[in-house]
Structures are given as C-alpha cells and as structure tokens.
C-alpha cells in the first residue's frame, strides 16, 4: 500500500510545482544565440511521445495481452503506425500550413467559419471521450493501488488535472513532457527486467509447464493474429487498424505540438523519431503480458487485467523489493494518466474558451484567462462527471472508440485538405457531420447499450472500417457537386503546403 | 379577380405609399450596384454594376467605359459598341455630358432601334475616369438628366474606393516607412563604434560590420508582411550588438524565451522597433547604465512577448496619445506597431503599455499562434 500512495503523491506534487511555480524551463540568458535556437527534433519527438502515451498504453496493452492473447498486439501496433501515416502524409505539410490546432487548420485552407465551428465541436466530442477512460481507469487504478474506493479516483485525478491546467496548464512545455516520455519508459522497463531476471532464474517456466490449462500455447496463434473469431474476428481487427492508424493524426493535444517544430522538415523529422521512441516503448507491455500468463492468470478470470501491470512485480518479487517496483510502475502510471488528460484537458479547454465561453454571453464577454478557465472546468467536470456514473468499459476499448472518432472525421479531412485541391468549405462540412454522427453514435451504443449482439454490435463497437470510407465519401461527393464554392487560392496555398522549405520561392 | 387587388390594398398599407416605394426601389437599386463599385472601375467591377445601373436608367442599353473603351455592356444592341470609343473621346474632349443622335450613331443592322445616346464622364478627383453612355431609341432630355445624376453617384462610390485604396496604401507605406526608420543616428553611431575598434581590435570591427550589414539586409528586406519570431530576435541581436559596441556595459539585455513560441509568425518588425524605444528610453538620463528584459512565452492559443526597460519611463496620458496616434514625439514606433497589430489580428490584439514616470516601462504584444492569412 505505502509505495504506492508516496509515489502517487510525489507525482501530483512534481507536476502541480512544475504547473503552479511556473518553473518554465525556458532560457533565461543574455545570450541569444542560446535563446533563439529552436526546439531539437528528438526533445520534440520525446515530447510528443510523452503526452501521447496514455494510461491505455501504459496498463491497458498488457491486460489485453493477458485476456485475448496476441491479437491485441494490434492495439500497440497501430498506436505506432499511426505516425507512420502522418510521417508520409500529415505532419510535413500540416505544419507548413501554419494552423495550430485541427480547426485552425480547417480555417486556412478552406477559409470557413463555419467548418471551423464543426471542428471545434468535434475537438469537444474527441477530447471528451479519450478522458473518459482516462479518468474511469485512474479510478480503478487508485482503488487497487492504494486501496481507495473507486469514486475518488475520477474526482481526484480531475481535480489535479483541473489545478495544474488553470494553475499552469497554458504553458505547454516541451521539456516536461519530453521528461515524461523518459520517465514513463523508465518505470515500464525497470521492473520488466528485473521480472525478465526472476523469469530466467525460475528456469523459464511457461504456462503449461506449470499446469495452467487456461491459456492454450499454440504458436501458431501468434503468427496467424486475424484467424480468430470468423469473419467478425477479421472485421474487428481490420477495424481497429483502421482506426489506430488514421486516428492519430486527429487526436487535438498532440497535432498542436507539431506547432512546435520550426518548420515542416523538422516536423517529419520529430515523427520518424516518434515512430523509434513510440515502437521502443511498446516493447515492453507485451513482456508484461507474457510473464502474467505465467504468474497471474487468475487476474485475467477476475477482471482486473487492466492492473497486471501495477500488482505484477509484487506477485512476482515479494517483500521491499516488490513493493519499491510497485511503487515505480505505480508513480508512471499515474504520470501517464496526467500528463495525457491534462494535454487533452487543454486542447478542449482551448477551444471551449475561444469558441464558446470566450463569446459574449449576455452582453457579457470573458477575457482570455477567464474564458479560458472556464473552459478548462467545464472540459474536465463533464467527463469526470460521466467517468463516476459509470463504471469502466475498457480502458482501450474506450480509448478505441476516441480514436474511430477522430480518424473518422479529422483524417478524411487533413488527407483531403492536404492532398486534393477540388475539396469545398460545404464538402468538407457535410463529411465531418456524417463522419462525426456515425462513429459518435456507434460509440454511444457501445458505452451505454452494452453492446447489442450479432453483427450491428460488431459494427458499433469498432466502427472506424465503415465511417471512415463513408465521410470521405460523403466529403469527395459534395465536394464534386458544389465545385463553384471551391476556395478562391487553393493553389497557392497548395503550393505552400508541399513545396520544401529549400526551395527560393515566393510563398505570398 | 379580387385576390389581386386585396394584395394590392395589403401591400400599399404596409410598404408605404407610391413614392415610398420608388424611393426604395431606386435607393435598393443602387445599393446593389455599390458594393461592386467600390472596389474601382475594372472590368469585373463594370460587369457587376452595369445590370443594377440600367435597371436604375430603364435605357434598353447601357455602357460603362474608362477613358478608351467598353468595360462593360448591357442590353441590347451590342454592334454599337463599335461607336463607343468616339463617344468617350467626345465626352472627355467636353469634360461634361454630351448627347450623339442617329447620325452618330450609325448601323446596318435592321431591326436595329438605337437612335440615340447620353454619355456623361465619371470624375474621381477632378479627374476624368471614364463614362457612363446610355442608349436610347429616340433623344430626349429625361434619359440626359437621369444618367448625369447616375454617373455623379458613380463617381462617388470611385471616389469611395479611392479612398479605401489610399488607406491601404498608407499602412504600406508606413510599414516601408519603419523598414527604412534605421535612424540617421544610429547609422552614424553604428559606424562611430565600428571605427573605433579599427585599430584596437579589427577582428570584432569586422564582425561588427558584418552585424551590421545582416541588420540593415533584414530591415531593408523588399518582400513579405510576416517573419517568425526567431528571425526578428535574430535581428534584435544583430541591432543590440552595435548598440553595446557603442553603450559597452552600460547597456544589460537579458532574454527570457520560451522555445515553443519561436516559430510563431509575426509582423515583419514589430518588436525591433520596441527594443530599439526600450533601449532609447532605458539608457536616458541614467549615467550607471540600464537593463532591458525581452521575454516570450506561451499562452495556449497566443504567443506573449513582453520588452521591459528600468529607465526613466514616461507618462501615461503620452503613450495614450502616440497610441491613439498622435505623431508628435520620437515613439512613432510605437504607434505603428500599434496600428499594425490592430490591422492585422483584430481590435484586441493592440499594444498593451505599463509605465509611469521613473517606473520604467514594460511593452507587451499579444500574438496569436495561428490567424487566417498570417503566414511567413
């Protein structure tokens, strides 16, 4: 119990001093040479990795593993791949584009208010349903590690969130974050290879030396992933491939740190790098996963796989030493919980305080910081809200959901934005709502019907193979049919967008 | 048969009585026309107003032209076209409206009722334009009056666009004005400095010199409204450099810069002009020297860059003066930079000036990371 409630607390006091006493880690300097350099691609690609990597990959990968076997590595997989479509598609030109956030974006190359109000609403509905099960899982996370009944969990990891965004929240700090990515692989690693030690000196059991029937080793099973489950086996990964790797590039808090980078070359750069640090860290899960097999199946039976990984290395090494690793997974998991919902948090706490509570209301209007503030309470109180009423799907299945979402309605818009010029302001409009109701609505019936049986809850439950094609669909037809509306300089801004920054151009 | 006149008697009761509804119909007419105009006689323009033009004449056909030919028609009989070059020579010759009749006018074409035509010439600013030419099929002198006073209003909305245009072209110029602002004093000074390291230590007058000639490439740079961030610092040091080679340790700079903000694209100097103010107001009148503080953080969606100086600093009621305009003092810097960022980023995005006498001042610009439009 102890290593784990000082770990937690170290935690939350790190990051509210690193929020609050506005330590910045900005250069203080009089020399400009030093003050004016640009962020490094590898401390970029550490921080993108490190507010990326959520409590889903964090614990959620090695309690699938441990359930479902090595179909689910698919989960890891495409959380990486992700960045290999944006690397050859996105992230280049995206940044050459200037915008910011996902609705700047929208605003600049199609020149609408209108489609830039749809993406603001979709940043609300994405970043809402991926701190969802953020905060349900640091729900139950809290309540195994120190033993605390499961509602205060979501309370008080929204309650640091909230703090540390209005405390400090509107600095995004690169440095911190790329630490976080550091830290998190550290504390994953750490106990992995002292759990790898303890494996090799018992003489390398496995489950059927140990007489554990439950889990067949059949070892063509990981070599033939898509076999289980029939055709709907096949549909539900195919799937989630789909929706890992097209959702990525449409997730609010981690396209704003591509801003970051000084100019598009570095920005495929910081993605290559991501890829790396994302594929050396998804590593390790899996060798959780694997030694549960062996030392605690019975998690698996009871429910509780999303805690393998915090009640694994006590299982496995008793007394101090347990209880110090326990503590190092336990202090990462929770840093992975806060800095992504507190990433999250911002990016739709930004465009609530733009687009909603800094309108004028009354006659009233709110100034930056206040609007701003607001936004923050209300984008963390909604979810947390929802995240005590409900008990937990899944961490990953919720956060798979998010991902349909997003790349249901972001991706078919980034890709076309970027890669067609016929695309219109009314196309892209009609796409997002169509992309956005559908999947919405699948997630919804998943979260709150239980998932009907037969073929429509498969449908629902990963609905990126069908919403996808269909906004793009619906965004390429009425596109086509209202080309008179086609924005005026497409073509320059075209020309912005992929030509390299070497080339002597005039870009105006 | 009396639904008609029901919706007659309901229509006269609630849009006013005949001349009411003249009234707005002509003014209508001519708002429609307006918003065309006031971008300035072009031939996509002409083609916008005509239709709304001849609807407010009731001619069969109407023409409007610059000082050689047709910009737009519209209406009937196109052939005659061919006489509207004569035509704008006539009116421009008269400097008035003129009336051609058939002999004018003539054509082959049978079915062909042009008789005859008033031109009247488009003045913007005592200045001959162009000319409004309507087509009639007998003479008369209601057409000549109603299309005088047509391309009088004409005129006026030109007149409209002219001054919209000049107003744009007064922010160019300044912003033209502040690249070529490097003052007299700091040139002399700059070399002033350089000159003395000549002897004493010809490496750094080079390297002085070399400063030199990147800061004025900067400033005096042809192209381009927006620079990132990091190349106006580059700028800023390339200036402070000179500026310590002249001040030595008098002059203390220390930057605070979140490297996140770097990259956020700016107007083309509008911080150098601050500093170079921080730096004039810091050091006057203080013999020990004083110290200047740039910063730039980040504020989720805006980029906060702040210049402060511990010099004299200056009264309130002045600053509110320059920012509002008023050119009197040396701070016209300040603002242009004002103006600039209002122009560019909307009304809220001003300049934001804290000082008091003997308080020092801190600057601060408020930038956001992304706006429609702002790109380097």
């Known amino acids: 119990m102890w290593p784990g409630a000082v770990a937690v607390a170290l935690v939350v006091v790190a990051t509210l001093a690193i929020g609050s006493l506005g330590l910045r880690l900005s250069r203080t300097t009089s020399d400009f040479m030093v003050a004016s350099r640009t962020v490094p691609a590898f401390t970029n690609a550490s921080a993108i990795s490190g507010e990326y990597l959520s409590a889903a990959s964090f614990l959620g990968v090695a309690g699938l593993l441990l359930t479902f ?73 809290l309540g195994a590690a120190l033993g605390l009944p499961t509602w205060i969990g979501p309370a008080g990891v929204a309650s640091v969130v909230l703090v540390n965004v209005i405390g400090g929240g509107m600095r995004s700090i690169t440095l911190v974050q790329a630490v976080q990515y550091w830290f998190k692989l550290t504390a994953l690693l750490l106990p992995a290879a002292v759990l790898l030690a303890v494996w090799l000196g018992d003489g390398r059991p496995d489950t059927e030396r140990l007489g554990r029937p439950d889990f067949p080793t059949d070892v063509l099973a990981w070599s033939n992933p898509l076999a289980d489950g029939g055709a709907q086996g096949l ?91 326990t503590g190092l997974v336990v202090a990462g998991a929770f840093a992975a919980f806060l800095s992504t919902s507190s990433g999250l948090a911002i990016a739709v706490a930004g465009v609530l305080g733009q687009d909603v509570t800094g309108r004028s209301w009354g006659g009233r209007r709110l100034g930056g910081v206040a609007a701003f503030r607001l936004g923050a309470v209300i984008a963390v109180v909604v979810p947390a809200a929802v995240a005590l009423g409900e008990p937990s799907a899944g961490v990953a299945t919720t956060v798979g959901l998010a991902f349909a979402v997003a790349a249901s309605t972001f991706a078919p818009l980034l890709m076309l934005g970027i890669w067609w010029r016929r695309l219109t302001p009314t196309g892209a409009g009609a796409g997002l709502v169509v992309g956005g109701l559908g999947s919405g609505a699948a997630a919804l019936t998943t979260l709150y019907l239980d998932g009907p049986a037969g073929w429509v809850g498969v449908l629902a439950a990963r609905p990126a193979l069908w919403s996808i094609p269909l906004a793009t669909a619906v965004m390429m037809l009425v596109s086509l049919a209202t080309q008179r509306t086609v924005p005026p300089g497409v073509r320059r801004f075209m020309v912005r967008l992929h030509t390299p920054e070497a080339l002597d151009l005039d870009r105006g | 048969m009396n639904e008609p006149r029901a919706r007659r008697g309901w229509r006269r009761r609630h849009l006013g009585t005949d001349a009411e509804l003249a009234t707005f119909r002509t003014l209508h007419t001519a708002s429609l026309a307006a918003p065309a105009l006031r971008a300035g006689l072009s031939q996509d323009s002409a083609a916008a107003a005509v239709p709304h033009l001849r609807a407010l004449l009731d001619a069969p056909a109407i023409a409007l032209t610059d000082t050689a030919d047709v910009l737009a028609w519209d209406g009937e009989a196109y052939h005659h076209a061919e006489h509207v070059p004569a035509i704008v020579a006539a009116t421009l010759e008269r400097q008035g409206p003129r009336a051609f009749d058939r002999r004018d006018l003539r054509c082959t074409v049978r079915e062909c009722e042009i008789r005859s035509a008033v031109s009247s010439p488009l003045v913007v600013e005592d200045r001959v334009v162009g000319a409004l030419v309507a087509f009639d099929t007998f003479p008369g002198a209601g057409l000549a009056r109603t299309a005088e006073e047509v391309a009088r209003w004409v005129s006026g909305q030109l007149e409209l666009a002219e001054l919209d245009s000049s107003r744009t072209r007064l922010m160019e110029a300044e912003v033209r004005a502040l690249r070529a602002q490097i003052s007299p004093h700091f040139i002399f000074n700059s070399l002033g400095a350089i000159a003395s390291f000549v002897r004493t230590d010809p490496e750094r007058a080079r390297e002085l010199l070399l400063e030199f000639a990147d800061f004025t490439r900067y400033s005096f740079r042809k192209h381009g409204e927006f620079t990132t961030l990091s190349e106006e610092l580059r700028s800023i040091e390339q200036y402070l450099l000179l500026e310590q080679a002249r001040f030595g340790d008098r002059l203390a700079v220390t930057l605070v810069v979140a490297p996140e903000v770097l990259p956020v694209v700016i107007p083309f100097l509008c911080v150098q002009p601050l500093v170079e103010n921080a730096v004039r107001h810091g050091l006057e009148g203080q013999p020990e020297g004083g110290r200047i503080r740039i910063s730039a953080r980040d504020a989720g969606l805006d980029c906060v860059i702040e210049v402060d100086d511990d010099g004299a600093g200056e009264d309130p009621e002045r600053i509110a003066r320059v920012l509002a305009g008023d050119h009197e003092n040396d701070s016209v810097g300040l603002g242009n930079v004002d103006a600039r960022l209002r122009a560019t980023y909307g009304e809220e995005y001003g300049l934001v000036v804290e000082t008091a006498r003997g308080a020092g001042t801190r600057v601060i610009v408020r930038v956001p990371k992304f706006a429609p439009g702002v790109l380097a």
């Open chain 1, 235 to 325: 549909y539900l990964t195919y799937a989630l491939i789909a929706a890992t790797f097209f959702g990525t590039m449409g997730l609010p808090h981690v396209v704003v740190r591509f801003y970051t980078n000084p100019d598009g070359r570095s920005a495929r750069r910081s993605t290559l790098l991501v890829l790396a640090l994302l594929g050396l860290f998804y590593l390790v899960p899996p060798v959780y996963g694997a030694l549960g097999r062996v030392y605690a199946p019975e998690l698996a039976a009871s429910g509780e796989s999303d805690l393998l990984v915090l009640l694994l290395p006590r299982i496995v090494v008793p007394g101090l030493g347990g209880d110090l690793l």
């Open chain 1, 69 to 141: 076997g090595a179909d689910m590595l698919w989960y890891p997989v495409g959380w990486t791949a992700g960045y290999l479509v944006m690397l050859a598609l996105v992230s280049a030109p995206l940044r050459r584009s200037g915008a910011y956030t996902l609705p700047d974006f929208a605003e600049a190359r199609l020149g609408s208010r209108r489609v830039r109000t749809i993406c603001s609403v979709l940043v609300v509905a994405v970043g809402w349903l991926y701190l969802l099960p953020l905060f349900q899982g640091a729900g139950v996370m």
